[in-house]
Nanobody, 125 residues
């Protein structure tokens, strides 16, 4: 069992930056592929970024590539999402997820076993 708690959301102007952090409980954090997903009002949840168990491989949605960076610290049981050059369309609730996910399934939310409660990110124009 893994519990995930996100933090770092807030209100920022377009072009600004935010850093989201996800703290995980449990001793098997390094066994999980980690992902960030988001859901805007009236829209389906969408994949944002994922990172392999060791942190050696990262994956991004085309919409955030070059602006967002995912990283993890297995010693601290944390995964972060650095978000730069934010746009109003990045406004959403951002969720951290963990799971035993194959490398082909990194962007499939239903493959992740554990989810955080979400943190709101609002980007004003």
């Amino acid at each position: 069992q893994v519990q995930l708690v996100e933090s770092g959301g807030g209100l920022v102007q377009a072009g600004g930056s935010l850093r989201l952090s996800c703290a995980a409980s449990g001793r098997t954090f390094s066994s999980y592929r980690m992902g960030w997903f988001r859901q805007a009002p009236g829209k389906e949840r969408e994949f944002v970024a994922a990172i392999s168990e060791s942190g050696g491989s990262t994956y991004y949605a085309d919409s955030v590539k070059g602006r967002f960076t995912i990283s993890r610290d297995n010693a601290k049981n944390t995964v972060d999402l650095q978000m730069n050059s934010l746009k109003p369309e990045d406004t959403a609730v951002y969720y951290c997820a963990a799971g035993f996910v194959g490398y082909r399934d990194y962007n499939r939310g239903y493959k992740y076993n554990y989810w955080g409660q979400g943190t709101q990110v609002t980007v004003s124009s």
